[in-house]
């Protein structure tokens, strides 16, 4: 009924919007997999059962939502195929028959024959629904429920839909426990606010009728055997135990590395005094730590740098960095910007400037840094930098901006790395690429909307498809108002990959499904050499053939599936 109305609104308007475009495929999947639920539900009331397990897709646009009773099951357990090294996630959801207390999913050991995967490699999160001021970045007239937090503890955001409000819990360094209102119109209540996740998966309650989704990650072992592992995600509760299975395939071969650029947009700094910062702009070391550890799990090795020109903190900022295993490829500043000098006094401030981001960036080892210019130039405000990209360059460092198209005719042979908004376009990429420079993408969307599918399949193999060299969308966090409160900015809905705890982050499923497109890319990336590799020229063929036909816009469960096949094909692995 749903996607009807959706239809009839689009067509009314003569057209439809990408996110409208979302709502519907995800209500038609929805639909689509409606007995399965009903099944499910129906077998499990016959049989006596407090509640149903059922698996669904993690990285999907669906919304699954605590009082809906129709949700996209699948058959089966919970089946989750990656290769060593790989973090990987699957989902289910669990509806109560009756009320249940205490609910708590424990994961056990993944078997196969003599090899184990110890319980401790599969992470159980619940998804926490709540309200937000709608679905795109510009929105900001609404107020729905949506699936995105990734919890340890469902407590820690308490949501009121009768007042269709959130409250987010305070732990006051003594232990004791608030929650203060986190979606209204001003921020005042989150004056030191003080959120802490649990350290581990927490039970809950789940009345009758009520659905709770839950978030399944698994980090294959690097030396992990290649097999098909059997395990259970144990379902206890004051009203008994029952098991929903659980199975893991580990590919036999290797992923090769991202054929791309992955990093995002990273404001915050570190604090002189240590302090935590619950917003988007300043950390404590263990927060920052934290946060970098986070991007180097995620596949986002290169996220850029705010952190000013300092001699204790920018050292530690870059040491911290180096412990949570971020490569040193490159260093892509905001910490100091070209600007737009004029006078030759300004322009040897600059080079000075540029000489000392340089000299720290060889003193943790980084091998190229790169500074940017003035955000969304256009026009003589863009032209103006001209000098100071020069002057950039003639110090050893490359430039980074983000900008529009129209920018490589004004400054394409200055710039060494665009960013650009919107739409990969491989007619621009080769402009780039045909000055020795690359071309990365943002705002495609923004960050912002709760869209796993989206961000994977945009930032993923639609990018790889344009023939662009890598992604730093905008931002990992950005608080427009404060960063865990939605409702409080009358310009844009806060760009959230994440948000900040006192001692840690909290993950959501649009930055899930962002790991998930470096992962597509390096899919693509294994088949394409293992083609190259082949020896069968029929086989060599078929994958090539495949690769040439491929459309980014097709189910992309089904395209990593038929890519691991070709992938074994070519390497005699079938």
């Known amino acids: 009924e749903r996607a009807r109305t959706e239809l009839a609104a689009m067509a009314t308007q003569g ?38 397990a059922a698996p669904v897709r993690a990285i999907s646009n669906a919304r699954i939502l605590p009082d809906e009773l ?51 490699a599969v992470d159980v999160k619940v998804v926490k629904v709540w309200y937000q001021a709608g679905r795109g970045i510009h929105d900001l007239s609404d107020r729905i429920l949506v699936p995105e937090l990734l919890l340890y503890d469902d407590a820690l955001v308490r949501v009121d839909k009768d007042e269709q409000h959130n409250y987010l819990r305070s732990t006051g360094p003594d232990g004791t ?35 709770q989704q839950y978030w399944v990650t698994v980090r294959v072992p690097d030396d992990a055997t290649a097999a098909e592992y059997v395990g259970a995600l144990r379902l206890s509760s004051e009203a008994g135990e029952s098991e929903l299975p659980l199975t893991l395939t580990v590919h036999d071969f290797d992923l090769a590395p991202a054929p791309l650029t992955y990093s995002v947009y990273y404001r915050a700094r ?26 180097a799990a995620h596949a986002c090795l290169y996220p850029t740098i705010y952190q000013g020109y300092h001699e204790e903190l920018l050292p530690m900022a ?26 030759e006094e300004e322009i040897t401030a600059l080079r000075a400037r540029v000489r000392d981001w340089l000299a720290m960036a060889e003193r943790f080892g980084y091998e190229r840094l790169y500074v940017y210019g003035i955000d969304e130039a256009r026009g003589e405000r863009l032209i103006a930098q001209r000098a100071a990209w020069a002057a950039v360059r003639e110090e050893g460092a490359g430039t980074f901006v983000a900008c529009y198209y129209g920018t490589f005719e004004a400054m394409g042979d200055l710039l060494d790395v665009a960013v650009l908004a919107g739409r990969p376009d491989p007619d621009e990429a080769a402009k780039f690429h045909g000055v020795g420079s690359e071309v990365f993408t943002y705002a495609y969307p923004q960050v912002g909307p709760e869209e796993p599918e989206t961000f994977r399949r945009n930032f993923g193999l639609v990018l790889w ?110």
């Not at 604090?271 to 550890?293: C, H, T, V």
């Open 15 to 52: 057209y439809a919007r990408p996110q409208e475009v979302t709502a519907l495929q995800a209500d038609l999947r929805t639909a689509e997999l409606a007995p399965v639920t009903l099944g499910r539900v129906a077998a499990a009331a016959d049989a006596g059962q407090v509640l149903v």
């Open 70 to 120: 129709i949700v996209p099951a699948q058959p089966g357990g919970v089946e989750i195929a990656a290769c060593r090294g790989e973090y990987e996630s699957g989902s289910f959801v669990v509806l109560a028959l009756e009320d249940i207390s205490g609910l708590l999913v424990t994961p056990t050991d993944l078997v196969a024959g003599d090899a184990v995967i110890p319980a401790s």
């Open 465 to 574: 498809q344009a023939n662009f060299d890598g992604a730093m969308d905008y931002a990992y966090q950005h608080g427009f108002g404060h960063v865990w409160n939605d409702f409080d900015s009358d310009r844009y809905r806060d760009h959230n990959f994440t948000y900040p705890t006192v001692n840690g982050v909290i993950a959501t499923v649009q930055w899930e499904g962002f790991r998930e497109a470096s992962d597509d890319t390096r899919y693509v990336a294994t088949l394409l050499a293992a083609i190259d590799a082949c020896d069968d020229a029929q086989v060599k063929a078929a994958g090539q053939a495949w690769v040439d036909a491929l459309d980014p816009q097709r189910d992309l469960y089904e395209v990593r599936a038929e890519m691991v096949g070709h992938i074994k094909a070519c390497l005699g692995l079938d």
């Open 318 to 343: 870059l040491e911290l960095r180096a412990q949570a295993g971020l490569p040193t490829e490159r260093l892509f500043t905001l910490g100091t910007s070209t600007g737009a000098p004029q006078t």
């Open 177 to 211: 426990h608030s929650y203060v209102l986190c979606s209204g119109p001003t921020s005042e209540t989150l004056d030191g606010v003080r959120p802490i996740d649990a350290d581990t998966l927490q039970p809950l309650d789940l009345a009758t009728m009520r659905l």
């Open 270 to 295: 570190l604090n002189a005094d240590d302090e935590p910062g619950i917003n988007s702009e300043s950390r404590s070391a263990e927060q920052y730590l934290a946060e970098m550890r986070d991007m």
